[in-house]
């Protein structure tokens, strides 16, 4: 059972997935997000990679049915918002099509706020700055026309709010140049065209885990930044050169759950997986044992932190909805299916199932992809069974001679389907 003082579950959502002129030129005619996640490749023995969608498919974002299904099912498994990654580079858009199609669709009935991608743009997909793509400039004018460009959303009877103000996300606060006199220009103007106060959040990114300092009314974690720990890479035989960095899950997770800040209001935050082997291949970090059960311990415990809390309205976040190419979203896909987004429910409704992380093991070929593999190879052999054997049959009849050298094939395969059925 739910309460009215249970946290909100809030899933970050990324709109990468629709072609855009600024990718056409950087990646390739036609690239989304889903050509990088097709690509990924497994980097050692039982390395779940790719990570494919299954009910909603390889979508397109522009596409309005696609969003209404999703808010359909995120608000089925007690997702409560979406928290949409917003792109703005000193008045360039980019990937807000989506975004605003969403503001302007009143059946996309789900709540939503906007965090801030206040980075730079750069051809490795880390922030790192190799080759900039597209900057942010920080130029004098822009602190007021970043925040005229989101009070339309401001404004919109869906938007999230947090103590009865409009909530704000920042990803990378200590880039901001003057983070104070840029908070205060937004709440200058804020109130001046009548919206009211607004909540501003600092994402604790990139090593950062003070929101106070520069200004922010709270902050945010953001895993798996600022991950604590040491990895695995000792007890994985890798397939080629690998080297990135391998974690448990039970690891990671609990140093989060156990995490303190210095200031009192920090929203906590959580992933179902983790595993960017599609953006940085051979330099990917791979949280090892990312499933639904061990999700659902981390979300539950999270919960039942948020609810002891006494500041304000509770917030906990969900790293992600749908950030494929990082092996990071509840959405269905064909490893787990529902798994992630059931454990969601379980977690939302207080079942607590689990009282610690059930999956610490090595990689290993679990049962499940033995099904998956054995589901594969008896629907081939079905198949192409069905294609052979049906022109054998007439040859028989007519050389009976054929029979006896067939006949041993004929066998084994008998045998082998037999044995895959069970």
């Not at 023995?45 to 494919?52: D, F, R, V």
């Not at 890479?233 to 690891?251: E, L, P, R």
């Not at 990917?284 to 044992?289: D, E, G, P, R, S």
């Amino acid at each position: 059972m739910t309460s009215s003082n249970d946290p909100k579950l809030i899933a970050f959502y990324l709109t990468q997935f629709h072609p855009t002129q600024e990718n056409d030129i950087w990646w390739g005619k036609g690239f989304t997000e889903w050509t990088n996640v097709t690509k990924a490749k497994p980097q050692f023995e039982g390395h779940w990679q790719p990570h494919l969608p299954s009910d909603f498919g390889f979508y397109d974002l522009r596409v309005r049915e696609t969003r209404r299904d999703q808010i359909k099912t995120a608000k089925q498994y007690g997702i409560d918002g979406f928290c949409y990654h917003y792109y703005w580079f000193s008045g360039q858009r980019i990937l807000n099509l989506p975004l605003d199609d969403m503001l302007s669709d009143p059946e996309s009935d789900m709540p939503f706020c906007l965090s801030w991608a206040n980075e730079n743009w750069t051809r490795r997909w880390d922030a790192a700055e190799h080759e900039v793509l597209i900057a942010q400039k920080y130029l004098p004018d822009d602190d007021v026309n970043f925040i005229k460009s989101v009070i339309p959303f401001f404004q919109d009877k869906r938007y999230i709010l947090v103590d009865g103000k409009p909530y704000l996300n920042v990803y990378r606060p200590q880039h901001l140049p003057d983070a104070k006199k840029t908070l205060n220009v937004w709440r200058e103007y804020c109130r001046s065209i009548g919206v009211g106060e607004i909540h501003i959040c600092a994402a604790l990114t990139h090593g950062n885990e003070d929101y106070e300092s520069y200004g922010f009314d709270s902050g945010v974690e953001f895993p798996p930044h600022n991950l604590k720990g040491s990895n695995i890479n000792d007890k994985i035989a890798f397939n080629g050169d690998f080297v990135g960095n391998v974690f448990q899950y039970a690891c990671v997770a609990g140093s989060y759950i156990e995490r303190s800040y210095k200031g009192s209001r920090v929203f906590k935050t959580v992933f179902p997986s983790w595993d960017n082997t599609a953006r940085t291949k051979e330099r990917a970090l791979v949280v090892l044992n990312g499933m639904p059960d061990n999700y659902e311990f981390w979300l539950s415990s999270t919960i039942d932190l948020a609810k002891k809390s006494t500041n304000g309205e509770q917030l906990v976040f969900i790293n992600a909805w749908n950030e494929w190419a990082e092996g990071c979203h509840l959405e269905p896909d064909r490893w787990f299916g529902h798994g992630f987004l059931e454990a969601t429910l379980n977690a939302k409704k207080g079942l607590r199932r689990f009282t610690t992380f059930s999956e610490v093991g090595l990689p290993h070929v679990s049962e499940g992809n033995h099904r998956t593999f054995f589901k594969d190879l008896r629907e081939m052999l079905s198949y192409h069974g069905y294609l052979v054997f049906s022109d054998l049959k007439r040859s028989v009849r007519k050389y009976p001679w054929l029979y006896d050298v067939l006949y041993p094939f004929v066998r084994g395969v008998r045998f082998l389907r037999r044995f895959i059925q069970r």
